[in-house]
């Protein structure tokens, strides 16, 4: 089980680029879905892998899912010739996203973020509008059982005139 | 009125004014015709949960997703240990 609060602060107090995608993105929205794991997508210049990895290296991410006896080192070298990662570490599981399906690279991601605030700080979260476009990208049944709640949502905030994201 | 109607507006009065928990229940519980809502409330999703998360703050939804989320590997974990007669 991820523990959001320490993770999110690690990457904050590292100066990580990143944007909240996902479940928990999903969550932080609205969404009744129970997660178990954090979903981010980060920017990949040299210098914020370099931050991510020192983020996150106290935690000691490993391949999750994989024999181990497959050699895997949390570093900048092998983030740099990756793009995602599914990972387990001390606070949980965690997955780092080069790319989303239906948006594109960080940039894009980051643009079609929404600013909330979480645990006392801001964090840029994937938006409604975005996530519902990135489950239509990703097309798994999984992924388009999640977008009538998710229409749901936007449309309930919509006429509630909710500002709070 | 259903009990989870009374659950909603029991939380709803955290922190939506009247006006909007009063709309908030007649959109769920009535969703217009054609609706996304409508469309999900077919689709099988409760919104009483969207419109109880709705009044939450963005971190308090959080906490109530992996708080559920830790019960249900507590449950499964439990359910694959042996059971002691």
Same mark, same amino acid.
């Given at each position: 089980?991820?523990?959001? =609060?320490?993770?999110?602060?690690?990457?904050?107090?590292?100066?990580?680029?990143?944007v909240l995608i996902g479940g928990a993105a999903m969550v932080a929205h609205?969404s009744?879905l129970?997660t =178990?794991?954090l979903d981010i997508c /980060?920017?990949?210049?040299?210098?914020?892998?370099?931050?991510?990895?020192?983020?996150?290296?106290?935690?000691?991410?490993?391949?999750?899912?994989?024999?181990?006896?497959?050699?895997?080192?949390?570093?900048?070298?092998?983030?740099?010739?990756?793009?995602?990662?599914?990972?387990?570490?001390?606070?949980?599981?965690?997955?780092?996203?080069?790319?989303v399906?239906? $948006?594109?690279? /960080?940039?894009?991601v980051?643009?079609?973020s929404d600013?909330v605030?979480v /645990?006392?700080?801001?964090c840029p979260i994937l938006s409604l509008?975005a996530l519902?476009?990135a489950? =239509?990208?990703?097309?798994?049944?999984?992924?388009?059982?999640?977008?009538?709640?998710l229409?749901?949502?936007?449309?309930?905030?919509?006429? $509630?005139?909710?500002? =709070?994201s | 009125? &259903?009990?989870?109607?009374?659950? +909603? !507006?029991?939380? +709803?009065?955290?922190?939506?004014?009247?006006?909007?928990?009063?709309?908030?229940?007649? &959109?769920?519980?009535?969703?217009?015709?054609?609706?996304?809502?409508?469309? #999900?409330? !077919?689709?099988?999703?409760?919104?009483?949960?969207?419109?109880?998360?709705? #009044?939450?703050?963005p971190? !308090?939804?959080l !906490?109530?997703?992996? #708080?559920?989320?830790?019960?249900?590997?507590?449950?499964?974990?439990?359910?694959?240990?042996?059971?002691?007669?």
């Amino acid at each position: 089980m991820i523990s959001f =609060q320490k993770a999110l602060v690690a990457l904050r107090n590292a100066g990580v680029e990143f944007v909240l995608i996902g479940g928990a993105a999903m969550v932080a929205h609205g969404s009744a879905l129970a997660t =178990q794991d954090l979903d981010i997508c /980060y920017e990949r210049s040299h210098e914020n892998i370099r931050r991510l990895v020192s983020a996150l290296a106290p935690f000691h991410p490993r391949l999750r899912g994989a024999p181990a006896d497959i050699p895997f080192r949390f570093d900048s070298d092998t983030l740099e010739r990756g793009l995602n990662f599914t990972l387990a570490t001390d606070l949980g599981d965690l997955d780092l996203f080069g790319e989303v399906a239906g $948006l594109g690279a /960080y940039k894009v991601v980051r643009a079609a973020s929404d600013i909330v605030q979480v /645990y006392g700080t801001d964090c840029p979260i994937l938006s409604l509008d975005a996530l519902i476009r990135a489950k =239509q990208a990703a097309g798994r049944p999984r992924d388009l059982a999640a977008i009538p709640e998710l229409e749901a949502l936007r449309e309930l905030k919509r006429k $509630l005139g909710n500002k =709070q994201s | 009125m &259903l009990n989870s109607e009374v659950r +909603c !507006e029991n939380i +709803c009065k955290k922190s939506m004014n009247t006006r909007q928990q009063n709309r908030g229940l007649e &959109l769920i519980t009535h969703p217009p015709p054609g609706s996304k809502l409508a469309a #999900a409330k !077919e689709f099988g999703i409760d919104l009483t949960l969207l419109l109880e998360n709705l #009044a939450l703050t963005p971190t !308090e939804r959080l !906490e109530k997703a992996f #708080a559920a989320a830790a019960f249900h590997h507590e449950l499964r974990q439990a359910g694959q240990r042996p059971r002691v007669k």
